[in-house]
Structure formats: structure tokens, C-alpha cells
């Protein structure tokens, strides 16, 4: 596959600003028809993003977004038409790798993540679902029973899943590792969540009951989403991506004893079970509204805490402790500010983040309606840093 796309070259000229040097690029527009992979040399070295997750010495935090294409990318909603079904798009090796590089190809980012969905091993395990527009999830047949849960079979991502594969081995070719490929899965208690709750959820009602009145079960479910999102993890890993991010989204739903009952041993069992097969793979976790929960997502085992923007950059680096890489933690909203205030924003997480095992990042994914042209300026801004 070759990436055709009008781009830009920048050269910098710098000027200082606070504790960072911001470089400014003049665009040099070249002409349609040349590959990103021509106009850059092949890069032996290993992508910016893992130096940085690492501790080594970085010139720059990396940067990418998460959920980049379909919050906002006209070119994405341009396959949406054509192709409406969420399922189709995600399911579809040609598809997944055109919608996973848009954003590379237009602003360069650090990170390429794989364009899928938590829920898509679900069929592998014998839940049937959708993702119906303007609604979001359903689970056909929610689980809420011991015997719901003995119907629920282990996972073979290669098996059920091989486009996921596929389209990561493409994307190695296709990016030539020179930003890191990401994949990622969903954690056990948000998975459950799901397949309980029958699909999103306001209250968390229906798995609150399980836990609390048949805590056995919900054990017995978390268990086998255990077991096979490591294998998924690995699966991916060996696959292609160099580093996998675990979204925990609705842990955050549960109180820290529930969550130390419910969610943080089934992390780290993912995290010990990943690391032993692959022990320099980069795990980030993502847990939205972890602010009350903060000093225990360490304990999983993670190389990265993905902070969303409700915690103070420098506060949160402080309750994490220095043994740990951080990502995040601009607020999305920011990218409907002016240039001015959303280059500000970024100085101001950078700079209270400090110097190395930092990922520039949202603290969320990108909202709908994001004005293009300021995602364009934030990637500007950030690649143009230098600490």
C-alpha cells in the first residue's frame, strides 16, 4: 500500500519560550502524488514515543491523540457515507489501515493507533453485538447470570479477529517506524460493564447489583475477559504495535475498595501475563475521571497513566510518583479556543509535566466538531517544542 497525499516539509527557525524552545515551521507544500515514505529517509532508530516512555533522552515530549480520525476528519466522514456501518469500517483490513493512517498523513503524530473498537472481540467470545448509530453499543443478550457467563468462551484473536492482524502489520510497513503503532483493548471491568449493562450506561446499575449481590459471577466474567485480552494484547503486539494502550473507562465508576476488588487485580494479571511474553512492550492504561483512584493505577503494573484533563498535570506527576511515564492532559475543549490560547495550554501541560517520560496527549478523545485547522495548529505547536 502506498500513501499518496499532498504534505508539507517544514524548516524551523526558534525562538525561546519559558523552559522550551518553540520552533515555527514555513511550510513547504509538496506536490500531489508523492509518498510521505519517499519524501522521508528510512528510520532506523526506535520512534520517539517509546524513547520517551523509556526515560531516555528526548528533545521533545512525542505527541499524538486519542480516537484521532472520525471525531473530526472530513476525509473519515467522507468513508462514513460510503461505508455506515461502524462494524464494516472497523472489521475491514483496507478500511481499518486507510482510517488509521489519515491522521498520519496529514499531521505526522508521534503515535498511529489502530483504528477498532473495545467491544470487537466480543463475537469471538460468543456476545453478540452492534454499534448502532446514535445509540452507541447493544449487547443483544446481556449477561447476568452464572450460566450467561459459562456461555462466554475464551477468546483467539487470530481466529476471529485476523484483520486486526493485518492491518497491523500493514501499518508498520506503512508508517516505517517513524512514530510508534498503537493498538489497544478494553479492560475486564469495562468490558463486563458493557455485556451487563447491555450497553452504555448512566448509573451502572445493573453490574453494581452483580458485584454487590453475586460477586462470584462477576469474578467469574472479569476472569475470562482477563485471560483473553492478555492474549489480545500479545496478539497485537506480536502482530505489530509497539506499544498497547488498556482502557479501564468505567472503572472509574467504582469506589477505590470496589475498584481494588473489581478491576486493579485483573490489571495487573493482564500487565504480569503481557510482560512475561513481552517484556519491553509499552502498556499505557486510560481510566477517564481517575482522580480519586490515582495512586493505585501504578499498581497494575503499567509503564503509562493516561491522566484526563479533571487532574492537575503537576499534581498528578506528584501522587504517580517518577517511576512512571504520564500522557495527557490537555482538555479537548481547548481545541475550540483560539491559536493563541491553545498553544498556551500546551506550553502550560508540558511545562508542568517536566522533562522526559512525558506524552503529550488529550485527556480524552477529540469531540465532534473540533475545527480541523486547530488540530493542525496543535500538532504545529507541540512538534515544534524542544526541551
Known amino acids: 500500500m502506498s500513501i499518496m497525499s499532498t504534505c508539507s516539509i517544514p524548516s524551523f527557525s526558534s525562538i525561546s519560550i519559558s523552559n522550551f524552545t518553540y520552533r515555527h515551521p514555513n511550510r513547504i507544500i509538496c506536490s500531489a502524488g508523492v509518498s510521505v515514505a519517499e519524501l522521508k529517509a528510512v528510520s532506523a532508530t526506535e520512534p520517539l ?16 491523540l486519542m480516537r484521532q480520525a472520525g471525531r473530526y476528519m472530513k476525509s473519515y466522514q467522507a468513508i462514513c457515507e460510503k461505508h455506515p456501518s461502524f462494524r464494516e469500517r472497523s ?11 489519515q491522521p498520519w498523513k496529514v499531521f505526522q503524530p508521534d503515535g498511529v493507533i489502530l483504528f477498532s473498537d473495545i467491544l470487537t472481540p466480543l463475537p469471538g467470545m460468543n456476545i453478540p453485538f452492534d454499534i448502532v448509530k446514535g445509540k ?11 450460566a450467561d457467563v459459562d456461555k462466554v468462551r475464551e477468546f483467539t484473536p487470530e481466529e476471529w479477529v485476523p484483520y486486526v492482524g493485518e492491518a497491523l502489520t500493514i501499518l508498520r510497513k506503512e508508517v516505517n517506524n517513524e512514530a510508534a503503532v498503537l493498538g489497544f483493548v478494553g479492560a475486564p471491568f469495562t468490558l463486563a460493564s458493557y455485556v451487563v449493562e447491555g450497553g452504555s450506561s448512566k448509573h451502572f446499575s445493573k453490574i453494581k447489583r452483580l458485584a454487590f449481590s453475586q460477586p462470584k459471577v462477576l469474578h467469574a466474567l472479569l476472569q475470562k475477559f482477563t485471560t483473553s485480552m492478555a492474549k489480545y494484547v500479545q496478539y497485537q503486539a506480536d502482530n505489530g504495535a509497539q506499544a498497547v494502550q488498556i482502557f479501564d473507562s468505567w472503572a472509574t465508576e467504582l469506589s477505590p475498595a470496589d475498584f481494588e476488588e473489581f478491576s486493579l487485580p485483573y490489571l495487573k494479571q493482564i500487565v504480569d501475563t503481557v510482560k512475561q511474553s513481552h517484556p519491553n512492550l509499552p502498556l499505557i492504561l486510560y481510566a477517564s475521571g481517575s482522580g480519586g483512584l490515582l495512586e493505585r493505577l501504578p499498581l497494575t503494573g503499567v509503564d503509562v497513566v493516561s491522566l484526563d484533563w479533571t487532574v492537575d498535570m503537576a499534581e498528578g506527576r506528584k501522587r504517580l ?10 482538555d479537548p475543549g481547548v481545541l475550540f479556543g483560539s491559536k493563541d490560547f ?7 501541560t508540558v511545562k508542568k509535566a517536566g522533562k522526559g517520560k ?4 488529550l485527556g480524552h478523545g477529540i469531540v465532534v466538531g473540533t475545527p480541523e485547522e486547530n488540530v493542525a495548529h496543535f500538532f504545529e505547536v507541540a512538534k515544534g517544542l524542544k526541551y
Open 49 to 64: 514515543l517509546l524513547n520517551a516512555v523509556r526515560g531516555e533522552d528526548v528533545e521533545r515530549p512525542p505527541v499524538w
Open 136 to 146: 452507541g453499543p447493544v449487547i443483544f443478550d446481556p449477561i447476568s447470570t452464572a
Open 91 to 101: 472489521e475491514n483490513v483496507d478500511l481499518v489501515v486507510e482510517i488509521s493512517l
Open 321 to 330: 510518583g517518577s517511576d512512571i511515564a504520564v500522557q495527557g492532559n490537555v
Open 342 to 348: 491553545i498553544t498556551n495550554r500546551i506550553h502550560d
Open 358 to 361: 512525558h506524552i503529550l496527549n
